[in-house]
């Protein structure tokens, strides 16, 4: 996803009367590889407290609720 972000991409479907080589895309596997994609990938941290006064619980409460979460 965040290769794809520097591109401007329109996605238009196709049904596959329209699309010859449908079948053949959908089933065409890339053999698998060790390249790395990103090679500059930086991570930038967020700290709440600094830029988001909180009071200590309820940064407790966050800090629950993000470990509560699946998705988090």
Same mark, same amino acid.
């Given at each position: 996803?965040?290769?794809?972000?520097? =591109?401007?991409?329109?996605? /238009?479907?196709?049904?596959?009367? &329209?699309?010859s080589?449908?079948?053949?895309?959908?089933?065409? =596997?890339?053999?698998?590889?060790? &390249?790395?994609?990103? $090679?500059?990938f #930086?991570?930038? #941290?967020?700290?709440?407290?600094?830029?988001?006064?909180?009071? $200590?619980?309820? =940064?407790? #409460?966050?800090? /629950?609720?993000?470990?509560?979460? $699946?998705?988090?």
């Amino acid at each position: 996803m965040l290769t794809l972000q520097q =591109y401007d991409l329109n996605v /238009k479907y196709l049904p596959s009367s &329209e699309l010859s080589v449908a079948d053949a895309l959908s089933t065409s =596997y890339l053999q698998e590889t060790t &390249e790395t994609l990103i $090679p500059h990938f #930086e991570v930038n #941290e967020v700290q709440l407290t600094v830029h988001l006064p909180i009071s $200590p619980q309820k =940064y407790a #409460e966050f800090q /629950k609720a993000t470990a509560d979460d $699946p998705a988090m």
